[in-house]
Nanobody, 111 residues
Framework: QVQLAESGGGLVQPGGSLRLSCAAS????????MGWYRQAPGKQREWVAV???????NYADSVKGRFTASRDNAKKMVYLQMNSLKPEDTAIYYC?????WGQGTQVTVSS
């Protein structure tokens, strides 16, 4: 069993930045890929970024160049640094590994 807990969301103006965190517990963290997803109101959940167990990172085209994902295996933490935020980035952001999901953290980009 795995528990994931996101934090760091909030309200930010367009062009601003936020850093999301995801704390993992329950099993060996370093052996598994970790992903970030988001779900905007009225839309399906979409993939944002994934970090493999080896540290390889892939991003959705919509966030490439603006978001940076990272992981700290010793702390069992995953991060998502979000810069140059746009109103269309407004969503609930979720941390994921395999079939496990966190409760999500709300990010709202608005002036």
């Amino acid at each position: 069993q795995v528990q994931l807990a996101e934090s760091g969301g909030g309200l930010v103006q367009p062009g601003g930045s936020l850093r999301l965190s995801c704390a993992a517990s329950g099993r060996t963290f370093s052996s598994y890929a970790m992903g970030w997803y988001r779900q905007a109101p009225g839309k399906q959940r979409e993939w944002v970024a994934v970090i493999s167990s080896g540290g390889r990172i892939n991003y959705a085209d919509s966030v490439k160049g603006r978001f940076t994902a990272s992981r700290d295996n010793a702390k069992k933490m995953v991060y998502l640094q979000m810069n140059s935020l746009k109103p269309e980035d407004t969503a609930i952001y979720y941390c994921n590994t395999e079939t496990f999901w966190g409760q999500g953290t709300q990010v709202t980009v608005s002036s």
